[in-house]
C-alpha cells in the first residue's frame, strides 16, 4: 500500500492484486495468513475488501487477478468436486500446458462448474468491491478432451459460454482484462486482451523453459512480436494489453532492450502496465516509463507487418520493425481518410496493410467508421503545433545493423481533393528530423516525391541500431516564417505534452521583439528540454555560428525574473537558385522544469 502515492504521481489510473494473494488456484476466498489476515470481527476475512477500499481512497480503480476456470491439484476444490475437472481422452485430468506449473482446467459445460465460477467472480466485484478484474488462463474452460459433461459442446461454444459466465456475474460497468483466451470468442466480452506472450526478464526464453518454444513462452522478444501483429486489433476489438514494461535493474534486460519494449508499448497505443517497486527503480529507468505515459490510445499502423521476413536477418521471422503515427492540429486532415496512387510500384505494405486493417473496423462503445480515416492512426495536439509524421525503427537482430524506412511512407499527411497526392508542396525547405530517443536534431532536405518516384522510394531514413535497439524520429515540414515546436525528451510524441503554442510577431507587441509562449501539461513532476525553431525572417542571426551564443533569451513563467540564453543547435540551410547557400532559421534547445505542484506558470516559457 505504501507505493500507492508514486502510483499517484505516475498518474496510474488503476492498482490491480496480482496472483499470489490465495492460498491455492480455485480456492478465491482461502488467503494467505501472513500476507492478507483477517480484519474484521464478524467471522470473515476482510482483506480484500479492506485493499479494494484502500485503492479506491487513492483515487485509483481497485483490480484483481483471477483465474476462475482453473484450480490447482492440492486445492479444496480439486478434493470437493472431481468431477468439475476435465479429462482427456485417455481418462486422465487433461494437460493444463503451462510451462510454469500443472493446474487442471474446469468443464465449463457443467452448469456447477458455471455457477461456481459465477460466484467468485460476483463476490470479488459486489462483495469486495472490484471493478476491474484480470481473468487468466481463460483457455483452461475449453481444454482438449472428450471427459466433459456435455460433449455436445464445441470447444469455441463452451468458450464462448464461459466468458459471457463471467460477464453476466460482473455486470456491464466492470472492466475486465482477458488473459490466456483464444481471441474469437472474447469479441464483445471483454474490454482489454492479453495480445502477446508474457514478457519475461530475458530477451529469449531462459532456462529451464524449452529455448526452442520462443514463440510462447515468456520472454521480451514473444512480447514484442505478438504486440506488433495484433497491433491492428486494439480499440476495435478492444484495448490491446502487451504485458507489463519491466523497468527494474534485477532483470537480464539491457536500456536499449527497455526502450524498445517502451517504444512498442506507446506506438501501439493500448495499454501501460508497471509491476515494479517503484521505490526501487533508478532515474533511467523510470524516466523510460514517464515519457510515454500518458498513452494516447492512438495504434500507430505496422508498415511491415506483411513483409517482415527479413527484420531479424532470419527467413520468416514475421517480426515487423516500422510502426507510423501521425500528430496533427487540423481536424480536416484527421477526418480524411487515407488515398494511394494506383501505381504498382506503390502496392507495398502500407496498401496491404490497410486492406487488411478493413476487414476489423469495430471500436468498442464507438460508432463504425471507415477504418481509412487518418484519426485511427492520428494524435491530436493542440493548435500551432501543425502536422508531423513519428515512425518508429527498430533492430530485432543480435547484430548491430543499419536500418531503414522509405521517405515515402512516412512523409506526413496533408489535405487533399484529388487522388493525386502531391507531396512536393508540403516543405521546399525540408523537414525536421528529430530522434527522441537520443534526443538529436538534424535537418533533412526536401524530395521530389512526384516527379521521380524511384528516386525518393531511394530516399530513405537511415540509421545504425544495436542489437535489440529502437529509435523514434518525427518528420515535419519546415516552415519559412512561423516558429515550430520540433520536439522534446518529455513526452515520445513530441507534441501531446503540449497545451498551448502561440506566436506574437514583433509589430503585435512592439517593433523591437517577438514572443513565442510555449505552456506544457502539468499533470505531473518532469524536467527535460524542448526543441523549436525559429525562422531568421523574424529574428536575423544569419551571421552566427550554429554553436553560437544568441541574443535569445526566455524564462519560466512561474520565474519571471530569471532569465535563461537559449542553445542553438543547427542551423538550417536552403540553396538558391544561383546555387549559393543561405541561413533560414535555427534549431534552439531550451530547459524546462515542471513542478506538477498547481503553482501559478508552472510549465509555462515565454521565448
Known sequence: LGDFNRQKKMGSEVAVVDDGYITAWGDWDSFKPKSFPSTGNNGLN????????????????????????????????????????????AGRYANSSNCGKFFYGLDATNPEVLDYAYRCV????????????????????????????????????????????????????????????????????????????????TWYPALPLPWWDEGTLPSLRAMVRNSLTRASLSHRWWHNDPDCLLLGRTTSLNDNEVRSAATVVAMTGGMLLLSDDLSMLDSSRLRVAQVVYPLTGVTGMVLDVHNANAAEGIAGSGFPSLVR????????????????????????????????????????????????????????????????????????????????????????????????????????????????????????????VNNDLKSAKDNKISMKLKPHESEIVHLKPV??????????????????????????????????????????????????????????????????????????????????????QAEVVSKLPHVRSDGSVEYIGKVLKLAINIHGDGRQGDGRIVL
Open 46 to 89: 476482510n482483506s480484500m475488501r479492506d485493499i479494494a477500499s484502500e485503492i479506491s481512497k487513492n483515487e485509483m480503480k481497485p483490480g484483481l487477478w483471477m483465474a476462475p476456470y482453473a484450480c490447482d491439484k492440492f486445492s479444496k476444490l480439486a478434493k470437493l468436486h472431481p468431477e468439475w475437472i476435465i479429462k482427456n481422452d
Open 122 to 201: 460476483h463476490r470479488a466485484v459486489h462483495q469486495w468491491g472490484y471493478r476491474l478484474l484480470k481473468l487468466d488462463f481463460l483457455y483452461a474452460a475449453c481444454l482438449e478432451g472428450n471427459g466433459k459433461y456435455n460433449p455436445s459442446m464445441t470447444r469455441a461454444e463452451v468458450m464462448s459460454t464461459a466468458l459471457r459466465n463471467l460477464r453476466n456475474a460482473a455486470g456491464p460497468n466492470v472492466e475486465l482484462i482477458g488473459c490466456g483466451c483464444p481471441l474469437g470468442p472474447a469479441v464483445g466480452v471483454v474490454d482489454s486482451m492479453r495480445v502477446s506472450a508474457d514478457v519475461g526478464p
Open 325 to 448: 503515427l501521425w500528430c496533427s492540429d487540423d481536424k480536416d486532415i484527421m477526418n480524411q481518410a487515407m488515398i494511394y496512387e494506383g501505381n504498382d510500384e506503390r502496392e507495398d505494405s502500407i496498401s496491404q496493410t490497410l486492406r487488411n486493417s478493413f476487414l476489423a473496423s469495430f471500436r468498442p462503445n464507438k460508432p463504425w467508421s471507415d477504418p481509412r480515416m487518418r484519426s485511427r492512426n492520428c494524435v491530436p495536439v493542440c493548435d500551432g503545433l501543425g502536422t508531423w509524421s513519428i515512425a518508429s525503427i527498430s533492430n530485432w537482430s543480435n547484430n548491430e545493423r543499419i536500418v531503414s524506412i522509405p521517405l515515402t511512407s512516412i512523409m506526413p499527411p496533408m489535405k487533399y481533393d484529388v487522388d493525386v497526392i502531391d507531396h512536393n508542396d508540403q516543405s521546399s525547405l525540408g523537414y525536421h528530423l528529430f530522434s527522441f530517443w537520443s534526443s538529436t536534431y538534424v535537418w533533412f532536405p526536401s524530395t521530389d
Open 479 to 564: 516552415s519559412q516564417s512561423t516558429p515550430q515546436y520540433v520536439g522534446s525528451d518529455i513526452h515520445f510524441t513530441c507534441g501531446f505534452e503540449v497545451s498551448s503554442f502561440t506566436f506574437t510577431p514583433a509589430s503585435k507587441i512592439d517593433k523591437s521583439r517577438s514572443e513565442v509562449v510555449v505552456s506544457l501539461k502539468t499533470n505531473e513532476e518532469r524536467n527535460g528540454f524542448i526543441f523549436l525553431y525559429i525562422p531568421d525572417s523574424i529574428c536575423t542571426m544569419s551571421s552566427l555560428s550554429p554553436t553560437s551564443t544568441i541574443p535569445l533569451t526566455y524564462f519560466h513563467q512561474n520565474d519571471p525574473l530569471t532569465e535563461f
